[in-house]
């Protein structure tokens, strides 16, 4: 519908309405000066609101009637109510046994998983370019810090199926053997390639190692048989027969201290 | 809102005004006379009776349109008042009260009437004597009036033919001063959409 008052806006309908209440004639010269263009409905509007209240039924009874109390009969509903209740019911039942069958409900919540890796890793994680380059050089591969690999079932509730093997605490006691089959049963047990270089001395050693990771072996013998374990990146650890100049004894500060390797002779 | 001149020097007789019709004589009297009839003085009610007659007569003929209905409205909107009046608690005025159970009641007829109407076999219909239509100053506002629900029939005549305050027509209507502010807007509305059909045809 095409009305002057649907396209003026709300508030300027209101207050035309407020005007035809109460409005003075110098509201109404104020409205006109700043609303022109809608005086014209402010015009139709009073003549409405001065036709309305005009018509106020005259009182054509001159005389009060005398009163009679009537027989008050309650307003009889109509017959379709209590059939609408009844289906207003029925549709609210309907809706809510909807809802309940067929709502995707929330997921049960899953136990969290820590896919951390701990910090030892940092150090010797493979596929490390920086580590490749310097084994070129022939500088010896960074060690692990001695942060302290903790064992299983004792890390809170991590997984520690998600470790990679050589960094996976382990036992490795061997009696009178020599060193090259030592390193061989070490990267055995972490499960990556290892190549020895030659000259390394090849002595019989004993060794007994509880709760050290694979790497930390490696870095442990080398220290006391004069060798460097480095990483290639590809999953294969060479043994140079040399010492790293840099490492410093520090290094060997490990919390579960292997037990030193007795040369044999 | 700003546009109205409000001036402090002239809101006080205002108020004033409003202060003396809360302390009214009239206000007092409808409470003694209350109190009368609950002490077993029928002529009190008779008196109440006559006071207000005219103002529910305005109220049932505005809403339902038709003299003779509002004429017997008016007996049964007194006949509620007298079964009612031990349940009138005075928190408030007893005209508002009284106001409450009219506007009531002629909605009630007025939906009685308008189903009765409906359900009326075209026959049947065709046979009635045509009821006179009221007299009325304006037949267009008479016409858009007709158009109108009952509902927002009562808050026009309770607002522009018996000039109640939003606050007492909030009291009539039993909710609070801004849904009846509102209700009184889209009533108002709607009038002057039916008005303005009723001026094209």
């Given at each position: 519908?095409n009305r002057p008052s649907s396209r003026i806006?709300?508030?300027?309908?209101?207050?035309?309405?407020?005007?035809?209440?109460?409005?003075?004639?110098?509201?109404?010269?104020?409205?006109?000066?700043?609303?022109?263009?809608h005086?014209k409905t402010?015009?139709s509007?009073?003549?409405?609101?001065?036709?309305?209240?005009?018509?106020?039924?005259?009182?054509?009874?001159?005389?009060?009637?005398?009163?009679?109390?009537?027989?008050?009969?309650?307003?009889?509903?109509?017959?379709?109510?209590?059939?609408?209740?009844?289906?207003?019911?029925?549709?609210?039942?309907?809706?809510?046994?909807?809802?309940?069958?067929?709502?995707?409900?929330?997921?049960?919540?899953?136990?969290?998983?820590?896919?951390?890796?701990?910090?030892?890793?940092?150090?010797?994680?493979?596929?490390?370019?920086?580590?490749?380059?310097?084994?070129?050089?022939?500088?010896?591969?960074?060690?692990?810090?001695?942060?302290?690999?903790?064992?299983?079932?004792?890390?809170?509730?991590?997984?520690?199926?998600?470790?990679?093997?050589?960094?996976?605490?382990?036992?490795?006691?061997?009696?009178?053997?020599?060193?090259?089959?030592?390193?061989?049963?070490?990267?055995?047990?972490?499960?990556?390639?290892?190549?020895?270089?030659?000259?390394?001395?090849?002595?019989?050693?004993?060794?007994?190692?509880?709760?050290?990771?694979?790497?930390?072996?490696?870095?442990?013998?080398?220290?006391?048989?004069?060798?460097?374990?480095?990483?290639?990146?590809?999953?294969?650890?060479?043994?140079?027969?040399?010492?790293?100049?840099?490492?410093?004894?520090?290094?060997?500060?490990?919390?579960?201290?292997?037990?030193?390797?007795?040369?044999?002779? | 809102?700003?546009?109205?001149?409000?001036?402090?020097?002239?809101?006080?007789?205002?108020?004033?005004?409003?202060?003396?019709?809360?302390?009214?004589?009239?206000?007092?009297?409808?409470?003694?006379?209350?109190?009368?009839?609950?002490?077993?003085?029928?002529?009190?009610?008779?008196?109440?009776?006559?006071?207000?007659?005219?103002?529910?007569?305005?109220?049932?003929?505005?809403?339902?349109?038709?003299?003779?209905?509002?004429?017997?409205?008016?007996?049964?909107?007194?006949?509620?008042?007298?079964?009612?009046?031990?349940?009138?608690?005075?928190?408030?005025?007893?005209?508002?009260?009284?106001?409450?159970?009219?506007?009531?009641?002629?909605?009630?007829?007025?939906?009685?009437?308008?189903?009765?109407?409906?359900?009326?076999?075209?026959?049947?219909?065709?046979?009635?004597?045509?009821?006179?239509?009221?007299?009325?100053?304006?037949?267009?506002?008479?016409?858009?009036?007709?158009?109108?629900?009952?509902?927002?029939?009562?808050?026009?005549?309770?607002?522009?033919?018996?000039?109640?305050?939003?606050?007492?027509?909030?009291?009539?209507?039993?909710?609070?001063?801004?849904?009846?502010?509102?209700?009184?807007?889209?009533?108002?509305?709607?009038?002057?959409?039916?008005?303005d059909?009723?001026?094209?045809?």
């Open positions: 519908m806006p709300k508030e300027i309908d209101e207050l035309i309405w407020k005007l035809t209440e109460d409005g003075t004639p110098a509201a109404f010269d104020q409205f006109r000066a700043r609303y022109p263009e005086a402010l015009a509007r009073l003549q409405m609101v001065d036709r309305l209240k005009g018509s106020r039924p005259a009182a054509e009874i001159t005389q009060v009637p005398k009163f009679r109390p009537a027989a008050v009969q309650d307003v009889p509903r109509p017959f379709w109510s209590p059939l609408a209740v009844g289906m207003v019911s029925v549709a609210v039942v309907a809706l809510i046994a909807t809802v309940f069958i067929y709502l995707p409900r929330p997921p049960a919540p899953k136990p969290i998983i820590n896919r951390e890796t701990p910090s030892v890793a940092q150090g010797f994680v493979p596929n490390v370019g920086e580590n490749t380059k310097k084994s070129e050089n022939v500088q010896p591969a960074p060690v692990p810090e001695a942060t302290p690999v903790t064992p299983s079932g004792q890390d809170g509730g991590r997984r520690t199926d998600e470790i990679p093997a050589y960094l996976t605490p382990q036992t490795l006691a061997i009696r009178n053997a020599k060193l090259s089959l030592v390193v061989q049963a070490v990267a055995q047990q972490g499960k990556f390639a290892i190549n020895i270089g030659p000259g390394l001395a090849d002595p019989v050693i004993s060794v007994d190692y509880r709760g050290v990771n694979s790497i930390e072996i490696l870095q442990d013998l080398g220290r006391q048989y004069a060798f460097t374990p480095f990483d290639q990146g590809d999953g294969t650890v060479i043994i140079v027969p040399a010492r790293d100049p840099n490492a410093s004894p520090s290094d060997k500060s490990v919390d579960s201290t292997p037990s030193a390797p007795t040369p044999q002779g | 809102m700003t546009l109205p001149e409000t001036n402090t020097s002239e809101n006080v007789p205002v108020v004033s005004a409003a202060l003396d019709r809360t302390k009214s004589p009239s206000f007092d009297e409808d409470v003694l006379l209350v109190d009368r009839f609950l002490a077993g003085d029928q002529g009190a009610f008779e008196q109440l009776y006559a006071r207000y007659h005219d103002k529910v007569f305005a109220i049932a003929r505005g809403v339902l349109l038709d003299q003779e209905e509002a004429a017997d409205a008016v007996q049964e909107i007194f006949t509620l008042v007298l079964r009612n009046l031990v349940r009138f608690d005075k928190r408030s005025r007893f005209s508002t009260w009284l106001f409450r159970v009219a506007v009531n009641r002629s909605i009630q007829q007025a939906r009685r009437a308008r189903f009765k109407y409906k359900h009326v076999e075209l026959t049947e219909a065709n046979d009635r004597v045509q009821p006179e239509e009221p007299e009325y100053a304006d037949p267009k506002v008479h016409t858009a009036m007709q158009k109108l629900s009952p509902n927002d029939r009562a808050l026009l005549v309770l607002f522009y033919w018996d000039e109640l305050s939003l606050n007492e027509i909030a009291e009539s209507l039993a909710c609070n001063v801004n849904a009846a502010k509102t209700r009184l807007y889209r009533a108002r509305e709607r009038f002057r959409l039916f008005y059909e009723v001026e094209d045809e």
